[in-house]
């Protein structure tokens, strides 16, 4: 019972790499998510802690065991993939006994473990159906209730929530933290909805290009981005970035206009030049600071979002009132005291 | 106005089109129907022009046919077909398999090899396979015979399955490799099961061909594992043509055929378009 942890792994294809020296620690019992756009190596990185792809350098440790060549089966994982993978010719409880029966689990075994993880998920109705008589939402049950009923060391989920439609998404998404939280088992999951891996991850990986971006708790990446990429990446609406001049005693864009810069640490005099970044969130309209001209009204009813700009530069706002605010206008932001980014504009990599 | 013109229009284009269909069947059956009407006709209305127009159906073509050796030539047949088309599944499915998923340089070739050993034309083979089976007494034997359709079916199986296997989703065998199923017991209990209308679609064509053959069975064989279509053309000889046999020998080689496309018309259409469309 140690977690997943994987050490300087590497994934080449011929000469291409794809993943690049990745570690990541996985405590035991944590739920953690990858997250990142597509063809970051996410999947890959799973499939191979999965066992359905060969490692090319480095280690992966299940359960204090090096499994780089165990074959997947003895690898005490379960995974439930994005498409369900169910057998078609089997009802849903040969579906979730199928591990068991293989393993030569007694009969009577098997049953009550199908009834157990069907009791859980609500599946105690369907047992005796075909998968393509059941709906999406279930078909994703089924498909968790197989990987329950083998309680394994490790539950890997490959984009479990994208072939849901909005509603359904939100669901089993409560659904799926909702049984983390009673089952306690060591979870990864890969995801590129960001939202889906801040509202159930204890630990966020973001991944960009077969390397980490990130690693961290999902406030403390909200909080707190390494760098541009993570900083755009979390949080949706996603953050405004205004390139800006710092020389030691104020921040100004590009246009001349000066940025609040309390509790920045502004370094030497020489002109150095950063992206400053403020979340959407963080912005409200107040009868001074930074000058902008409205261009779009988004009412969604609980808040309203404002596209603006600020010099040249487009910026969303995010504000609770109900603004009678129409495209032209000219409007002052304010920033919330502390809650600016400064990232170095050649790395990308945060200052503060 | 218009609309109404316009629905005229597309009534007499769908018009001629059927009319072209039906005129289009016409020809292409009629002969089937005349060979069928044949093979009920007393042998003196055959060659009667109109006046055998209208006869008194007689199964005596039928009867005389039985009584003679065309019945163990219609077993030969069935045997020969059938054998050849059961090994050629049972060998090749898995090579198709193994093909789909094996991650192999010149995997490409290979495929296309063994389909060029489908496309050769039958006659480059006739005489090596002739020579070879007289030196090994396999001429006019029924394993002969099995043993030519077996490897012309096999290159047909292997290509349609290894088709229907990429066309497949992994995730499944995925799945089941995860859930502690080895890659044999995955083919065996997971794909297989999965690939029911494609094997029946692979084994009516394998058998048809098979059924079908005229030429291996007319060279390689004389008397003991003759097959139907084989002994039909023997009714033509020096006594004269027995054209009445040959019309109902005729119409029993199409019986099986006819039967099978009918029957399985549902799998055919899904086997060949498996994969077309996503699911």
């Given amino acids: 019972m140690n977690g997943v942890r994987i050490e300087g792994v590497r994934k080449t294809y011929g000469s291409v790499d794809v993943i690049h020296g990745v570690s990541i620690d996985i405590e035991d019992g944590e739920f953690v998510t990858l997250v990142g756009p597509s063809g970051c190596g996410k999947s890959t990185l799973l499939r191979m802690i999965a066992g359905l792809e060969t490692i090319s350098d480095g280690t992966i440790n299940i359960a204090g065991r090096v499994v780089n060549d165990v074959a997947p089966k003895d690898r005490d994982i379960a995974m439930v993939f994005q ?48 998968p393509k008589q059941l709906s999406g939402g279930q078909r994703q049950r089924v498909a968790m209730g197989r990987a329950i009923v083998r309680d394994p060391e490790v539950f890997l989920f490959d984009e479990p929530l994208s072939n849901l439609d909005a509603k359904l998404r939100v ?99 020489a002109p150095r030049k950063v992206v400053y970044g403020i979340r959407p969130e963080h912005l409200t309209i107040g009868a001074d600071g930074i000058p902008a001209t409205v261009t779009l009204v988004e009412p969604t009813g609980a808040e309203t979002v404002l596209l603006l700009t600020v010099g040249k530069e487009a910026v969303t706002a995010v504000v609770k009132d109900r603004l009678a605010l129409s495209p032209g206008d000219r409007v002052f932001l304010q920033i919330r005291k502390g809650a600016q980014h400064v990232f170095d504009a050649g790395s990308g990599v945060r200052l503060d | ?101 094996a991650t192999m340089k010149r995997e490409r070739t290979f495929s296309l090899l063994i389909l060029a050993s489908r496309m050769a034309p039958p006659v480059a083979f006739a005489i090596p396979y002739f020579l070879v089976y007289r030196y090994m007494g396999l001429l006019d034997t029924r394993l002969g015979l099995i043993t030519v359709y077996l490897t012309f079916n096999l290159a047909l199986v292997v290509w349609l399955m290894r088709n229907f296997f990429d066309a497949t989703p992994r995730a499944l065998e995925e799945a089941a490799w995860i859930d502690g199923a080895s890659l044999w017991k995955t083919f065996m209990v997971i794909v297989l099961p999965m690939s029911g209308p494609a094997l029946v679609t692979t084994a009516i064509l394998c058998f048809l061909y098979s059924w079908n053959d005229f030429f291996f069975a007319l060279t390689l064989t004389r008397n003991n594992a003759m097959t139907a279509p084989v002994e039909v053309v023997n009714f033509m000889n020096y006594e004269g043509w027995e054209w009445g046999k040959i019309a109902a020998g005729g119409t029993l080689i199409m019986v099986p055929v006819l039967a099978f496309s009918l029957l399985m018309r549902k799998y055919l259409v899904a086997g060949m378009t498996a994969g077309a469309v996503k699911g």
């Fill in chain 1, 83 to 130: 498409n369900y993978a169910l057998y078609p010719h089997m009802t849903v409880a040969q579906n979730m006994g199928f591990s068991l029966k293989l393993r030569g689990v007694d009969g009577m075994k098997i049953k009550s473990a199908v009834d157990a993880a069907a009791d859980i998920l609500d599946l105690s109705k369907l047992l005796e159906r075909y």
């Fill in chain 1, 171 to 269: 669901q089993m998404r409560s659904e799926i933290k909702g049984l983390h939280q009673r089952l306690r088992t060591t979870t990864v999951y890969v995801t590129h909805d960001q939202i889906e891996a801040m509202t159930m991850a204890d630990k966020i990986v973001v991944m960009r290009d077969g390397r980490v971006e990130q690693v961290g708790k999902p406030l403390d990446l909200y909080d707190r981005p390494a760098n541009l990429f993570v900083a755009g990446f979390i949080g949706s609406p996603s953050m405004n970035f205004l390139p800006a001049t710092i020389d030691g005693r104020s921040v100004r864009t590009a246009d001349g206009i000066e940025l609040p810069a309390d509790d920045l640490p502004l370094g030497g005099d």
């Fill in chain 2, 1 to 101: 106005m218009s609309n109404n013109r316009l629905d005229a229009k597309t009534r007499r284009s769908r018009l001629l089109a059927n009319a072209i269909v039906i005129v289009l069947a016409v020809i292409t059956l009629l002969p089937f129907l005349w060979f069928v009407v044949m093979s009920f006709k007393p042998a003196d209305d055959i060659f009667a022009g109109v006046d055998g127009f209208f006869f008194t159906p007689t199964l005596e073509n039928y009867t005389s046919l039985w009584s003679d050796r065309f019945a163990a030539s219609m077993m030969n047949s069935f045997i020969t077909s059938s054998v050849s088309t059961a090994l050629a599944l049972v060998i090749g499915t898995p090579g198709a398999y193994a093909l789909s998923r």
